[in-house]
T-cell receptor, first 113, second 110 residues
Framework: DAGVIQSPRHEVTEMGQEVTLRCKPISGHDYLFWYRQTMMRGLELLIYFNNNVPIDDSGMPEDRFSAKMPNASFSTLKIQPSEPRDSAVYFC???????????FGPGTRLTVT | AQSVTQPDIHITVSEGASLELRCNYSYGATPYLFWYVQSPGQGLQLLLKYFSGDTLVQGIKGFEAEFKRSQSSFNLRKPSVHWSDAAEYFCAFNDYKLSFGAGTTVTVRA
């Protein structure tokens, strides 16, 4: 298996623009997680899905953030409009159970200028 | 509240020396515990996990961890460190959501 795939690996955008991050989980995994990593706050869980259904989005910072999972092999995290404080590394992870180990993608480094 | 704590922010160790990274958890029942490693610019890689059973867990890259309920700890060890072990290490706790410690950065000196 190729592991969790994320695209793009790097994204530089201007404040106010829409940003879409993409994730393909490991085939057969029924849980998908989105995390954000910053120096100040460490690793934060933003949202997670089970069988394509959002279960807990309490970590999503604002209404500017939204996530979807239209099918078992694809998820997006969208920021609209983006702000400089959204600059971070965003990770997607997947697992085969709610308490199983999670496998992380390589991350998307987002820079908002 | 359930949580995991990594008391050491940064550790420097000589190549070939032993390494121990501390992790303490706060949870009422038997926790699901993990150690992950993150090399610079990379994602997180799972080193090992503990769910139940044998309290000494073997992982990849020569790492092991010991679950000690009496001390609420899950410390990570490696007998002999290689320069490639320089990275950030995260202890994590899974109570249906994975919560990470703040991480310990390991520097390996020649």
């Amino acid at each position: 298996d190729a592991g969790v795939i994320q695209s793009p690996r790097h994204e530089v955008t201007e404040m106010g623009q829409e940003v879409t991050l993409r994730c393909k989980p490991i085939s057969g995994h029924d849980y998908l997680f989105w995390y954000r990593q910053t120096m100040m706050r460490g690793l934060e869980l933003l949202i997670y899905f089970n069988n394509n259904v959002p279960i807990d989005d309490s970590g999503m910072p604002e209404d500017r953030f939204s996530a979807k999972m239209p099918n078992a092999s694809f998820s997006t995290l969208k920021i609209q409009p983006s702000e400089p404080r959204d600059s971070a590394v965003y990770f997607c992870a997947s697992s085969s159970g709610s308490r199983s180990e999670q496998y992380f993608g390589p991350g998307t480094r987002l820079t908002v200028t | 509240a359930q949580s995991v704590t990594q008391p050491d922010i940064h550790i420097t160790v000589s190549e070939g020396a032993s390494l121990e990274l501390r992790c303490n958890y706060s949870y009422g029942a038997t926790p699901y515990l993990f150690w992950y490693v993150q090399s610079p610019g990379q994602g997180l890689q799972l080193l090992l996990k503990y769910f139940s059973g044998d309290t000494l867990v073997q992982g990849i890259k020569g790492f092991e961890a010991e679950f000690k309920r009496s001390q609420s700890s899950f410390n990570l060890r490696k007998p002999s460190v290689h320069w490639s072990d320089a990275a950030e290490y995260f202890c994590a706790f899974n109570d249906y959501k994975l919560s990470f410690g703040a991480g310990t950065t390991v520097t390996v000196r020649a």
